[in-house]
């Protein structure tokens, strides 16, 4: 679909493919805010269809940028073999964790304590002490 003919509505259109919301894209196109009318506008076919080929093309950008980054990396893996090893597997490691090979892994530790209004026993105070260091 070419671009609108009301340079309004393109505006409009531009701005709900950006992501912003009916009422601030309204008023961004140039309209006196009114959510009614605002409303209105993003229910129009012509507008509905600018909108959705407007966030195609940005998503089909996404994808061209994520290709070409995967095909540089390939690229430096190969190519600095020989004369830099560390930068070689810094880009296998990166095409590793692009498909889901290596998990980051932290350790979760949780510290969990009774509470109780009762002091401890001196044989109790030595075993919870013993068992953290």
């Given at each position: 679909?070419?671009?609108?003919?009301?340079?309004?509505?393109?505006?409009f259109?531009?701005?709900?493919?950006?992501?912003k919301?009916?009422?601030?894209?309204?008023?961004?196109?140039?309209?006196?805010?009114?959510?009614?009318?605002?409303?209105?506008?993003?229910?129009?076919?012509?507008?509905?269809?600018?909108?959705?080929?407007?966030?195609?093309?940005?998503?089909?950008?996404?994808?061209?940028?994520?290709?070409?980054?995967?095909?540089?990396?390939?690229?430096?893996?190969?190519?600095?073999?020989?004369?830099?090893?560390?930068?070689?597997?810094?880009?296998?490691?990166?095409?590793?964790?692009?498909?889901?090979?290596?998990?980051?892994?932290?350790?979760?530790?949780?510290?969990?304590?009774?509470?109780?209004?009762?002091?401890?026993?001196?044989?109790?105070?030595?075993?919870?002490?013993?068992?953290?260091?």
């Amino acid at each position: 679909m070419p671009v609108l003919d009301n340079q309004r509505h393109e505006a409009f259109a531009q701005a709900l493919a950006k992501g912003k919301s009916a009422d601030e894209a309204y008023a961004e196109a140039g309209y006196k805010p009114d959510r009614g009318n605002a409303s209105r506008l993003t229910a129009n076919d012509n507008i509905a269809a600018r909108v959705a080929e407007l966030q195609g093309m940005a998503a089909d950008r996404v994808v061209l940028t994520r290709e070409w980054i995967i095909a540089k990396l390939v690229e430096n893996a190969t190519n600095t073999q020989e004369s830099n090893p560390s930068a070689s597997n810094k880009a296998l490691e990166l095409l590793g964790k692009e498909i889901g090979m290596f998990i980051d892994r932290s350790e979760n530790v949780n510290h969990n304590y009774e509470i109780s209004d009762e002091p401890l026993t001196d044989d109790e105070w030595s075993e919870a002490y013993a068992a953290t260091h």
